[in-house]
């Protein structure tokens, strides 16, 4: 099933406030915050390159032994994540080096401008991520798939060290001209891999923060009533 790697490049949405401000941690917005948020947001407009490399490959689990194609490990969580499916999707996702240079830049200047900043790389890294996995979730459903929920290096018991496997295969420094440090922290920093599992029937769980195990994750998303 290994369909080769397909890279894109997106224009690049404007941010979504409400997120913005979520990642900055601002629960109201007083006529000094909006005014902060308002000139980090002018500051940051046309600072984004959206790109993103994926490629698809057969899924095989043998108890918590997960062969992805690229890469096998054990893992309880990725067992988990993958559950019922027959596929995953790997993808590399960035939104460039433009909001580390205005981040490195302010955060000399301005400690409050570099944090509203910070949660604009967010909001916007989190936004490409999501049309990724909506095209993923597009071309899985022509051929009868389900796409579950993205999952990347780091989360639970997966070791980060799976990025220099996934960074391989996708050939991403190439691709998208994103790197790897010593650390396997990314470069540009808001950037994002991931897994998307590929299954026949539709995802029985919840999704997004409903369905993540950190219930003291200083972003998560209060329930919706």
Known sequence: MYNGVTVRRYPAAPPDRAQVLRYAGIRREDAGLRALVDECLTLSAGAFEWAACRAVWPL?????LV???FAALRSRSLTGALEDCEAVAAFAATVGFGIDRLLQRYGHLSVARA???????TAQIEQLCDVVCAKIAQEAAAQGLYARPRFSPGYGDVPLTLQTELFAALDVPHRIGVTLTDSLLMAPSKS???LVGLSRRPCRGPAGCAGCPDTEC????EKKS
Request: net charge neutral.
């Open 60 to 64: 095989r689990r043998t108890g918590e």
């Open 67 to 69: 062969d992805c194609g």
């Open 115 to 121: 944090a509203v900043l910070q949660a604009v790389g």
């Open 192 to 194: 994002v891999t991931a």
């Open 218 to 221: 200083p972003f998560r998303e």
